[in-house]
């Protein structure tokens, strides 16, 4: 497909999709084949959907972004886009087994913030790992800062959103006020919901949790211990957190006479419905690719 | 007391504490009572403490150390001591109970690993533990950089010790060879022998289990990596990792087909061992002062 048949293609799809609202793919779909000759839909390379998403997300470039590739070329024809947390092995395989040949990861792919691959020296895991994309010819791209930066936060949002928060989330905000339930009733609500089936907890399983500090992810022992400080709130829910950080400063704050609990959900399992949000997010604006969301899941057995 | 007399005495104690091996404490105490007038045994300041630990373990400055005091005075005169993990909130009401006035504990008091109060600032967890050491006079002093460089480590002897694993220890070696077990048959065995309830793992229960890379504590991602790829040990023993680092690796490695599994022991339960054990090797050398361990205990509730 030419160029200019593309931009065309893309213009009228927007125009259809904006006009009908979220439009689903299937009812797309005939419509696109009885105005065009060509057999498949629109044609996207991989930065052509980055470009997208910067766009429709009113999103500028962040300074040294860790959003790069990871693995293949900008140029490449998207097949079909994979979204997840961690780009595990099986994640990598599933991709493949879906016929998508884009996988947007929240975290990273060589085990290190900046997938230096050289992090660890001769690590053959990155190898085969390395090896593995080329075979199926996947381009890997990390999505992390810049899905942080859409209004809503796309990660927070999609965890409230899957917990049944929506009412009580305000876009920017880390604090949540939910009707006041029991901590231990708090945690079977997102167990639940979230899907979870083992998590850690410091606090008094019958304190009223009200006032929520949703801080999913591992952002670090600083800033969810400044939250806590700042916002004071009953409970905070966290993916990770450095033990000697976040966890003991929890663990005195209760010993101190203080009222909050701590909630630690596991990294993968936290930030996984912003992931599988934004499909929901990116599949009406672009009609012509199938988006899946491949969850990674818990890489843990709690023993 | 006067220095002259301290010093005298100390050296009067080293010289009969040498020549006797490990005299205990008992044994000292009618042969002071009937060679001195004063009522009580040596006075030792902090930083003689200090100096002691030093000289006996045959110790460099290290420069920038984190193993600086985090409350009260080098000069202070020791009461009582009293090693831990974590300095937390319990553990100081029973020092304070105990009668101790010096805490050595290997990690934080102020929840990062420089101990910056105003890490986070007006940090009122920060405070109200500063005016709880102060209320009880007592000096709080790291012990990480220099306990970690004794020969063995004193951390991971003592884990190695706890979990009955001496006839395989090595003085400076992380890597352990022991009996073959399967994964569940160790994993029990390390709860029992460390007294930990609950504990996480990556690996299939039936893996054979023979060599061991033994990492307590949280030394990072980067080597504990660097461990698993230049060593391949059919598991890795850490005490916390990052999930984003250590524990996708594992993960992945597994997926590759590669025989290795993860135990996550905890990071406060995982070293605990460690400051247990330095009072067997401070005390023969210090029996003018009652050293006692005092666990910090596993943080979190298991849900």
Redesign the interface.
Known sequence: MRKSQSLNRRKFLTRTAQSAGLLALADLQPLIASSTTVPTLKSWTVQEVIDLIMKEGGLSPVKDTVDTLKSGKADQVVKGIVTTM?P???VIKEAARLGANFIMAH??TF???LDNPD???????VQ??QQ?LEKHNIVLWRFHDYIHRLRPDAISYGVAKKAGWLPYYKTGQSMLTIPSVPL?QL?QQL?SSLGIT??????D?NQACQRIGLLPG?IG??RQ??LA?REKPDVLIVG?A????????????R??G?TISLI?L???VSEEPGMEYFVDWLQPKLPDLKITHVASKD?????
């Open positions: 961690f595990t092995i099986t975290e990273p085990y290190n913030h992090w660890v020296e001769k690590n053959s895991v085969q790992k593995l231990k945690v167990k083992n998590l850690r907890v410091i606090g399983p591992a022992g600083q211990v400044a400080e990770e450095p033990e000697w950080e976040t966890v003991e400063y929890i663990r005195d704050a010993l101190l203080r630690v596991g990294h993968a890489p843990f057995t709690w023993m």
